[in-house]
C-alpha cells in the first residue's frame, strides 16, 4: 500500500490522548495528512487521512497498535482502505 488511507479512532478524550495517537502513527510510519475530530462528552472519534512512509507499512499491524492504547475503545477501518 501506497496510497493514501483512512483509519477512525474512538476514545476517551482524557489528558494526552491525541498526542498519544498522533505519535503512534507517525513512529509506526505513516504520514498524517488530514484529521477530523468529533467530541460529545466523555467520548471522541478522530478520523486520520494517512499515507504511508513506504510500501512495507500495513494498516492492519497500525489497527492493531491503536487498539493497544490506553483509553482507545475501537478502531475501525474502510474496507477501500485495506491493502
Do not use: N
Not at 482524557?14 to 466523555?42: C, K, N, P, Q, Y
Request: glycine letters at 10%; hydrophobic letters at 40%; proline letters at 5%.
Amino acid at each position: 500500500m501506497t496510497e493514501p488511507a483512512q483509519i477512525t479512532i474512538r476514545f476517551d478524550p482524557g489528558e494526552g490522548a491525541i498526542g498519544r495517537i498522533v505519535t503512534l502513527v507517525e513512529r509506526r510510519g505513516f504520514i498524517l495528512r488530514g484529521l477530523s475530530m468529533h467530541e460529545a462528552g466523555d467520548a471522541a472519534s478522530m478520523t486520520l487521512d494517512l499515507e504511508p512512509r513506504d510500501a512495507s507499512r500495513r494498516l492492519d499491524v497500525l489497527d492493531l497498535q491503536l487498539k493497544r492504547l490506553i483509553g482507545v475503545s475501537s478502531v475501525s477501518i474502510p474496507s477501500g482502505s485495506v491493502q
